[in-house]
């Protein structure tokens, strides 16, 4: 199973709102609401920011929001700020009862 | 609070085998509701899902490691374990302990241990 396809990077000044896409398959993303995503800072373990496509956990930012359309998911972060500067990572359910990641997007404010 | 804690060597020779153990507190692993998994992340690469275990008894792996790989669960320690056969420098990485959510998602993650494969 191949990783879910992230950009690289994406910036963007404090304030600011930034979108990152993740782009699956009919048999991931396409095929269940199960797309999460996770904010990583260096030498961290990644925390859970969104899960079942748009829902966040208690405590987490309501400058997050996700969403999805066919086979690609989006993270947006509205009002960056400097704290806001991670790896993200997106992550699918897939049709073969496994679990896919994405390769990461480095966020960085400006 | 929950709480999952790794413990295992951080370098094993390759062909051998690398095994690691998750102390859980604050949360029966026995629950109905929960599934617990290992993750691994190579060096500036993304997370990479191993394995998960569900009521100490159903398994599910990843495929590209199934061949490999064996979850396990100690439910009188509240402990669940990985085993990977035959490592190779590809399998260095930092592995983490996590619960995961009904809705497939992973909400807690253990501080990670980083495992070396090299002689």
């Known amino acids: 199973q191949s990783a879910l396809t992230q950009p690289a990077s994406v910036s963007g000044s404090p304030g600011q709102s930034i979108t990152i896409s993740c782009t699956g398959t009919?048999?991931?993303?396409?095929?269940?609401?199960?797309v999460s995503w996770y904010q990583q800072h260096p030498g961290k373990a990644p925390q859970l920011i969104i899960y079942e496509v748009s829902n966040r956990p208690s405590g987490v930012s309501y400058r997050f929001s996700g969403s999805k359309s066919g086979n690609t998911a989006s993270l947006s972060i509205s009002g960056l700020q400097a704290d806001d500067e991670a790896d993200y990572y997106c992550?699918?359910?897939?049709?073969?009862?496994?679990?896919?990641f994405g390769g990461g997007t480095k966020v960085t404010v400006l | 609070q929950l709480q999952l804690q790794e413990s295992g060597p951080g370098l094993v020779k390759p062909s051998e085998t690398l095994s690691l153990t998750c102390s859980v507190s604050?949360?029966?692993?026995?629950?109905?509701?929960?599934?617990w998994a290992w993750i691994r992340q190579p060096p500036g690469k993304g997370p990479d899902w191993i394995a998960s275990i569900f009521d100490g008894i159903s398994t599910y792996y990843n495929p590209s490691l199934k061949s490999r790989v064996t979850i396990s669960a100690d439910t009188s320690k509240n402990q669940f374990s990985l085993r990977l056969t035959s490592v190779t420098a590809a399998d260095s990485a930092v592995y983490y302990c996590?619960?995961?959510?009904?809705?497939?998602?992973?909400?807690?993650w253990g501080q990670g241990t980083l495992v070396t494969v090299s002689s």
């Open positions: 604050g949360v029966s692993i026995s629950s109905t509701v929960y599934y």
């Open positions: 992550s699918s359910y897939t049709d073969r009862l496994t679990h896919i």
């Open positions: 996590v619960r995961q959510t009904p809705a497939t998602s992973f909400d807690y």
């Open positions: 009919s048999s991931d993303i396409g095929a269940y609401n199960y």
